[in-house]
């Protein structure tokens, strides 16, 4: 069974940074486009952040308005998200998935963005 485990977060000031990791065990992800989503309340909607394919390329999402970039390590199974320029509005539960959310959702670290 795929785990998804993700790390990193923290209480951080408005426009700082932080960098995000998630390690997947239970499969190998170097076939696979990976995904950075938040959830902002608990139960309710995630939005994806930001999305990667396997080669290592970025896949632009509007959200993030080019403050963060994604970015992985196949061998180690790992993604990663370097959050820049943060705003309360960051404030959220990130999570990795694959883009089509088809493996169990992890639990997620918490970021919170004070002003």
């Known amino acids: 069974q795929v785990h998804l485990v993700e790390s990193g977060g923290g209480v951080v000031q408005s426009g700082g940074s932080l960098k995000l990791s998630c390690t997947v065990s239970g499969t190998w992800i170097s076939i696979y486009d990976m995904a950075w989503y938040r959830q902002q309340t608990p139960g309710k909607f995630r939005e994806m952040v930001a999305s990667i394919d396997p080669t290592g390329r970025p896949k632009d999402v509007d959200s993030s308005k080019g403050r963060f970039t994604i970015s992985r390590d196949n061998m180690e199974r790992t993604i990663f998200l370097q959050m820049n320029s943060l705003e309360p509005d960051d404030t959220a539960t990130y999570f990795c998935?694959?883009?089509?959310?088809?493996?169990?959702w992890g639990q997620g670290t918490q970021v919170t963005v004070s002003s």
């Open positions: 998935n694959s883009p089509d959310e088809s493996w169990p």
